[in-house]
């Protein structure tokens, strides 16, 4: 059974960037700003300035951005970054989400790379179709960073459409 999402397409101007700046409150008062878009710190400026280099989706609720999912360019491929609000995490409406901005991401580039810090991300990642190619060790304070890629090949063989449109 599919669940509707009313997922958007990041285009900036004022309700979206009040909505991109939630976000960013969001990210620094839980301590993810590093964890989640690789800067220890970022200044509001950076931040917004940021934003205009990625294609960056989102859902939204009363309380602000609850999903972000974005991509950025990396030689023919694309970078993939993903973040959902705690309360979300496990939800059936995450997995849409998830899904369609995969789907989206590898209409835009032939292959996607995703760098997580933990193993256990790493594994949960896989589980969307992804192959584990390996880790950098001492890259990022945490310890190892773990990458993965993904083809569109080996998300539709996990995913079929039906699942999330």
């Known amino acids: 059974m599919t669940r509707r999402i009313d997922l ?28 989640v878009l690789g800067y220890p710190t970022l200044s509001i400026s950076d931040f917004f300035a940021l934003l205009r280099r990625l294609t960056l989706w989102y859902l939204a609720d009363d309380q602000g951005w ?10 023919r491929g694309g970078v993939y970054g993903l973040w959902i609000r705690r309360d979300h995490r496990q939800s059936p409406s995450g997995l849409v989400f998830i899904l369609r901005t995969l789907d ?4 835009e580039y032939p292959v996607l790379v995703n760098t997580c810090r933990e193993r256990q991300v790493a594994y949960k990642t896989m589980e969307l179709g992804y192959t584990y ?3 950098v060790p001492a890259l990022v304070d945490a310890g190892n960073l ?4 993904l083809t569109r090949e080996a998300f539709d063989a996990r995913w079929p459409r039906e699942r999330y449109t």
């Open 104 to 107: 989206l991401a590898l209409t």
């Open 66 to 75: 609850w999903a972000v999912a974005w991509t950025t360019p990396l030689f």
């Open 133 to 135: 190619i390996g880790f």
């Open 146 to 149: 773990h990458l993965l890629h």
């Open 8 to 35: 958007r397409t990041y285009q900036g101007g004022v309700a979206e960037d009040l909505g991109a700046l939630g976000w960013y409150c969001t990210l620094g008062a839980a301590n993810e700003t590093e964890a």
